[in-house]
């Protein structure tokens, strides 16, 4: 069995942060108490204040010509829908009849409605089913998405229901968004109550200590707590999507609790190698702490590329995922350094794993000092060495290992080359939601395509000839089935008018893509603008293609930048951009193969449609990515450290993995056990954002940290950490290490001697100072026997 024996750190807390951090651990944690009541108190109501849309380019063609749209033709833009039904008697029927024109009458004289029209007043087959048992009374809200949805809610229930021969259910997209922003709001409590306990009992098994195990997850409710107070806040500068909760929530516990694993994991070491609390704690903050930090700023900076594109449902994630991020690590470096202060070895008290085992294993454990050294995902040595073996394994076959397991990863995301890209819609709802059942209603019963239609905004002067005209070209252009109006008003002394282009096939499909293309191509003797669900598709598509090569060089630049600010090697930050990509092949793979292609959608319980809303590849993109990077610092730190102190790099990568493969296994099933909790919505996309991430950090930490990375850098070798002079004297003076000083700086001395299973004995003395990468004295890298 291996062993650690650690020699006493030589200095205290030393550093500036360490002493502030330090200096008054009860005010510290009287003081975020009254910061995270404050912040109970400004995030109340923030979900009410969100919005459920955010899709769509605000600055495209399509919404320009919507914004018109409903301005002057309030009729043409419907967002209300009241599905009449009136069973045998027919809509024809004389007393169905009055009593659907007294309803439109009553919707007419409603506050804030406007463009009232149904089928018992226009006649228009378009609003008949085609049994003639329902129509329709179309209105629109005016006002923005809050007041809409404000008013919604105050006139539904006095329409919904029976209304003497006639049965009424409320539809529309505003009922859609208005029934999805609830549905997401009650699923979203649901998940934290099925996270919360679920990780409380991980957690107890993963500590053994019931204190330590509530740690991190008081730093994960202060973490959500403070960022719904901060997304309060963004509420009234912009538009904030409802979705970006799940986020918060998502990310507020499992960061925290990365993050807190990773730091009491470290101070029970210390405590364990016999450091005192005070010592232990600014061991850990100059350790773990910066790596906390770094980690911290590479998943932020993933979620901030989201802020390059226009739709504010991207930008939304930005915002919550940004703000949860430095909470969580403010918090890991703030208060959980305060509450080890005074907990001290009682952090390693209640172990209620001694429930579980018989008295004979426990004794046994105890007198191994296993409640001191174990904890955070297995860091005793026992288990560790475990990690190391596979470790050793992986890399002896490191050119079978790399060949396969990239391979594997490429094969799980072919499904992902066949992705066809949409606009969310009803079917996001669960089947029995009532404003998706009227959509069904109208998709199925109804002649047409509801929504599918395309509509021309013509602005400016014309004559009825030039209307004409124009009707004819593109009533002839391929792809179109038929084309209505104009429709013609004039205010202010400026005419406009629409047309309306029904397009053959699919709403969204690709030919009527194309016809959004050829009715913007045709020349009209008057300004034009095209809008439609398929206009708005193309332009979402447009706006995110411009800005994706963005994100992604923002994304790319900044990891290998902090990469190799930790590593001080060029080929490592290159190593973790392309194997964090590989990581996520298999969450994309699946997202086509569940959700669009709909295997598995009985099971998972949700109505496939054929295509992925175009945002959410980027969204989870972004997400997977920071995390992926999140577990590759652990890792990397570690080794690293273990590097600059022997100069071994075969021995650095199997003690990385010993030390941290627990961990970051434990740290990734506690975060998946949350995504899933999200992905137990009922509603489409926030299935897919859970159930994937849940899929992606799973396998970047049992896939990719376990078997990619060691064989990778076993092939290359002592090359791992190569950079030119100037380079390696820039991280020199300006590297992040984790190591027992400050960044670049320091001559704290340590002396040891370990015992690796597997790997002999290596005695060694530091100075603490990191070298340049291959770079190491001689007088520092310890002899090597066995």
Not at 426 to 440: F, G, K, N
Not at 711 to 737: C, D, E, N, Q, Y
Request: proline content about 4%; some cysteine; glycine content about 12%.
């Amino acid at each position: 069995m291996a062993e650690v024996k650690k020699a006493q750190p030589t200095g205290g807390g030393g550093g500036a942060w360490t002493r502030f951090v330090t200096a008054r651990p009860r005010l510290t944690l009287l003081v975020a108490l009254v910061l995270t009541a404050l912040a109970v108190l400004a995030g109340g109501g923030v979900a009410e204040r969100m919005g459920s849309g955010g899709w769509e380019d605000p600055d495209a063609e399509s919404t320009y010509a919507t914004e018109v749209l409903e301005r002057e033709f309030p009729a043409s833009q419907p967002n209300l829908l009241l599905l009449v039904d009136a069973g045998r008697a027919g809509v024809d029927d004389p007393g169905v009849a009055a009593e659907a024109r007294r309803l439109a009458e009553r919707l007419d004289a409603r506050e804030g409605v406007d463009g009232v029209g149904s089928y018992w007043q226009t006649g228009s087959p378009a609003l008949r089913s085609e049994d003639g048992r329902q129509a329709v009374i179309a209105a629109r809200i005016a006002g923005d998405e809050k007041t809409a949805g404000e008013t919604l809610q105050d006139l539904a229930p006095d329409f919904r229901g029976t209304h003497g021969p006639v049965q009424v259910s409320v539809g529309g997209p505003l009922a859609v968004r208005h029934e999805m922003q609830t549905i997401i709001q009650e699923d979203l409590l649901r998940a934290e109550l099925i996270a919360l306990p679920i990780t409380l009992v991980l957690l107890v098994m993963v500590f053994g200590s019931a204190v330590a195990a509530l740690l991190p997850l008081g730093i994960g409710i202060v973490a959500i707590l403070g960022t719904n107070a901060v997304l309060r806040g963004i509420t009234e500068f912009t538009d904030v999507s409802v979705f970006a909760q799940n986020l918060t929530t998502a990310l507020g516990l499992g960061l925290a609790i990365d993050y807190a694993l990773f730091v009491v994991r470290r101070f029970r070491e210390e405590l364990a190698a016999g450091a005192g609390t005070r010592t232990a704690v600014g061991t850990t903050l100059r350790t773990a702490g910066r790596t906390v930090l770094f980690s911290a700023l590479t998943v932020a900076v993933s979620l901030a590329a989201m802020l390059v594109f226009p739709q504010y449902f991207l930008r939304s994630f930005a915002y919550a995922g940004i703000a949860v991020v430095l909470l969580a690590a403010a918090a890991a470096l703030i208060l959980l350094p305060a509450a080890l202060l005074l907990l001290g070895d009682r952090v390693n008290a209640l172990d209620l794993r001694k429930l579980l085992r018989r008295k004979g294993r426990a004794d046994a454990r105890v007198r191994d000092g296993a409640s001191g050294a174990e904890g955070a995902g297995g860091v005793g040595e026992t288990e560790g060495a475990g990690w190391g073996r596979a470790a050793g394994m992986v890399m002896r076959r490191a050119p079978w290992f790399a060949v396969a397991t990239a391979t594997g990863l490429v094969l799980l995301g072919l499904p992902f080359l066949g992705v066809k890209f949409g606009t969310a819609d009803d079917r996001q709802l669960p089947a029995v939601a009532e404003s998706r059942v009227v959509q069904d209603e109208l998709r199925d019963g109804f002649p047409g395509s509801p929504g599918g239609a395309l509509t021309v905004l013509a602005e400016g002067q014309a004559t009825p000839e030039q209307y004409a005209g124009y009707r004819q070209r593109i009533a002839a252009l391929d792809g179109v089935a038929r084309v209505d109006g104009p429709v013609t008003a004039g205010t202010g002394g400026r005419t406009h008018a629409y047309f309306t282009v029904v397009p053959d096939g699919e709403s969204v499909g690709a030919e009527a893509q194309r016809v959004v293309g050829e009715l913007r191509a045709e020349q009209a003797p008057f300004p034009t603008s095209v809008t439609g669900a398929a206009a708005v598709l193309v332009d979402s598509k447009d706006a995110i293609g411009e800005r994706l090569p963005w994100a992604a060089v923002i994304i790319a630049v900044v990891t290998l930048v902090l990469v190799f600010l930790l590593t001080g090697s060029v080929l490592i930050p290159l190593q973790a951009v392309v194997l964090n990509a590989l990581s996520l092949t298999a969450m994309f793979g699946a997202v086509v193969w569940v959700f669009q292609e709909g295997h598995l959608s009985g099971l998972l319980g949700f109505t496939p449609t054929g295509d992925i809303e175009t945002t959410l590849p980027v969204l989870m993109f972004c997400v997977a990515f920071g995390l992926s990077m999140d577990y590759g610092v652990f890792l990397l730190s570690r080794i690293k450290e273990e590097y600059d102190a022997t100069g071994d790099h075969e021995g650095a990568v199997r003690h990385g993995l010993r030390r941290t493969g627990g961990l970051i296994t434990a740290a990734a099933v506690i975060l998946a056990v949350v995504m899933v909790a999200i992905g137990t919505s009922r509603v489409t996309n926030t299935k897919m954002l859970g159930l994937g991430v849940a899929l992606a950090v799973l396998m970047d930490a049992m896939v990719v940290r376990s078997l990619l990375v060691p064989s990778v850098m076993k092939l290359t070798g002592r090359l791992t950490w190569w950079a030119p002079g100037p380079l390696r004297r820039f991280h020199g003076r300006f590297g992040i290490s984790e190591s027992g000083n400050e960044v670049g700086a320091g001559t704290g001395t340590g002396t040891g001697t370990r015992t690796d299973t597997g790997t002999g004995t290596r005695t060694g003395t530091g100075t603490g100072m990191a070298e340049a990468p291959g770079q190491a004295d001689p007088a520092r890298v310890p002899a090597k026997t066995g």
